[in-house]
T-cell receptor
């Protein structure tokens, strides 16, 4: 079965600084990859997804992610973080014959 | 088109009681997933269902937990004889296709006292 690792449990960045959240997956075939964001007390909202094609994916709220097959990674990036980006971020992997599995999440704190 | 609806949003149960969590998927979605989120932890897959079928229940505890998605009505996650360790947020998600984007409900927060 597929699995996802998010190595960073908690990241703190200053407002305006760049951000990269790491995600590594394990899956035997071409995966479907997702990044979700969860604000406190809320459900999950999709930021972006990769199914095929261009390996650099643009999402909502200025986020992007790059699929690197050789590294089994799908890191999330944002050039300039806003205070409202403080939340929990989840990477997820799915496959053609498999349901979606999530990483443990990375909590983002934004310093003023 | 309403989103994924979960109810109740908050549920308090005493130890030994039963908890029933309901999830109405988005219109046109026939795939439903249940996840559990423990405090300070990520989302743990529990079960994946299609209408009237359990496709993958590898994440469900072997005892006390069950799930269904009948032909009519919402999907139900049922926890019998709840214990304090069952206290968590339970999220439901639905998708139109198996490998497609999943839309999440706002979750049911279960507290066992």
């Amino acid at each position: 079965a597929q699995s996802v690792t998010q190595p960073d449990i908690h990241i703190t960045v200053s407002e305006g600084a760049s951000l990269e959240l790491r995600c590594n997956y394990s899956y035997g075939a071409t995966p479907y990859l997702f990044w979700y964001v969860q604000s406190p007390g809320q459900g999950l909202q999709l930021l972006l997804k990769y199914f095929s094609g261009d390996t650099l994916v643009q999402g909502i709220k200025g986020f992007e992610a790059e699929f690197k097959r050789s590294q089994s990674s799908f890191n999330l990036r944002k050039p300039s973080v806003h205070w409202s980006d403080a939340a929990e971020y989840f990477c997820a992997v799915g496959g053609n014959n498999n349901d979606m599995r999530f990483g443990a999440g990375t909590r983002l704190t934004v310093k003023p | 088109n309403a989103g994924v609806m979960q109810n109740p949003r908050h549920l308090v149960r005493r130890r030994g009681q039963e908890a029933r969590l309901r999830c109405s998927p988005m219109k046109g979605h026939s795939h439903v997933y249940w996840y559990r989120q423990l405090p300070e932890e990520g989302l743990k897959f529990m079960v994946y269902l299609q209408k009237e079928n359990i496709i993958d229940e590898s994440g469900m505890p072997k005892e006390r937990f069950s799930a269904e998605f009948p032909k009519e009505g919402p999907s139900i996650l049922r926890i019998q004889q709840v214990v304090r360790g069952d206290s968590a947020a339970y999220f439901c998600a639905s998708s139109p296709l198996r490998q497609d984007e999943a839309f999440f409900g706002q979750g049911t927060r279960l507290t066992v006292v």
